[in-house]
């Protein structure tokens, strides 16, 4: 019989929703940087930092929806439960052989 791993199961809804989160803060920090960059930079430079204050909102949304392929396929079901039943015990069941 093959055991049981509670690792094949998927991340949960919140789990999935943090992560998802955390790639998108982080783009859109990227995204502040560009903003007050273009303040400082001339040349090349701002038209760099100008195309990832405007592109970086799209890439930050298809990046962070992006699931990675660490996800279980498939979740693994237990096997069924058996039950164990003694048993029952009276005069006639009596182990003592008298």
Do not use: H
Not at 52 to 57: F, H, K, R, T, V
Not at 61 to 68: H, I, L, T
């Amino acid at each position: 019989m093959k055991q049981q791993s509670i690792t094949s199961l998927p991340p949960s809804p919140e789990e999935l929703r943090r992560a998802r989160m955390i790639k998108y803060s982080i783009a859109m920090g990227i995204r502040m940087v560009c903003i007050v960059l273009m303040l400082f930079v001339q040349g090349w430079w701002l038209l760099v930092c100008a195309i990832g204050a405007i592109a970086l909102p799209y890439f930050a949304v298809v990046f962070a929806n992006v699931q990675g392929g660490a996800v279980a396929s498939t979740v693994v079901r237990p096997g069924a439960v058996q039950v164990f039943r003694a048993p029952p015990r009276g005069p006639d069941n009596d182990e003592s052989g008298t």
